[in-house]
């Protein structure tokens, strides 16, 4: 079975900096793979070719073994492909169930974001399954009790929430998320990360996790992925990867 989503030889440049170095990486089917390494690694690059915000000059992407690397974004949406960002990103004036709703319509369907956005309001008519699915989204994370309020007036952590449902609300079969717990507690990333783990398992998700909370990647994700100056020097379980000579040099501090 192919994976859900793969990387294979990707290379960018940006002038004369190499970002990505011929980097591999692959994510199976319900499985979770960890992002790291330090900063000006590549793995924001890394994360817009997999999304189709940057395009690579060598190397593929793939999703169930189909090649999208020439996909628009919206394309690979409408394939399974969802991702939030590092910096919150809402439309401050709509509320938390419009987020949902907007994501929900432009999803499968060839519906911009202006066309799904026109839709709204009192005289609405909701897509088949539209009511059911985003309550329960609403549900799951919490947020029901703030479902009429304006996202942009919401706490970080809150909003970050509401960046998740939104990506939820797409259908998504691969989830990729840029930095989720940035800006969050101790108490909020903890929480983030058994939400994140039951979804994953609930939903049958495949996750990319970009992220700086390295205790937080290795205790969630089924394989890491360590990039260094743009290539990959690990691979393998968090348990492999936290033994890594070459990862404690580079990212970790030092070996004992």
Do not use: W
Request: aromatic share 4%; hydrophobic share 45%; with cysteine.
């Amino acid at each position: 079975m192919s994976p859900r989503l793969e990387g294979r030889g990707i290379s960018v440049r940006f002038g004369g900096l190499l970002a990505l170095d011929r980097v591999d990486l692959e994510v199976a089917d319900g499985a979770i793979l960890g992002l790291i390494g330090p900063n000006g690694a590549g793995k924001t690059t890394c994360f817009g070719v997999l999304s189709g915000l940057v395009r690579p000059q060598s190397g593929q992407v793939l999703m169930d073994g189909h090649d999208v690397t020439g996909a628009s974004p919206q394309r690979r949406a409408r394939a399974g492909l969802a991702r939030t960002f590092q910096r919150l990103e809402v439309f401050s004036g709509l509320t938390v169930r419009e987020h949902l709703v907007v994501a929900y319509r432009s999803r499968g369907r060839n519906v911009a974001t202006r066309i799904a956005l026109d839709c709204l309001g009192a005289g609405r008519r909701p897509f088949s399954g539209e009511d059911e699915a985003i309550e329960t989204i609403l549900d799951r994370l919490g947020l029901t009790k703030l479902a009429a309020a304006p996202a942009g007036a919401l706490p970080l952590g809150t909003g970050r929430l509401v960046e998740l449902g939104r990506a939820l609300a797409t259908r998504p079969r691969v989830l990729l998320l840029d930095e989720p717990s940035s800006g969050l507690d101790a108490d909020e990333t903890a929480a983030l990360t058994e939400l994140l783990r039951s979804l994953q398992a609930e939903l049958d998700l495949s996750l990319v996790l970009v992220e700086h909370n390295v205790d937080m990647v290795l205790g969630l994700a089924h394989r890491v992925t360590v990039l260094d100056f743009g290539q990959v020097i690990a691979d393998g379980t968090p348990a492999e990867v936290r033994a890594s000579e070459a990862v404690q040099t580079a990212y970790l501090g030092a070996a004992p």
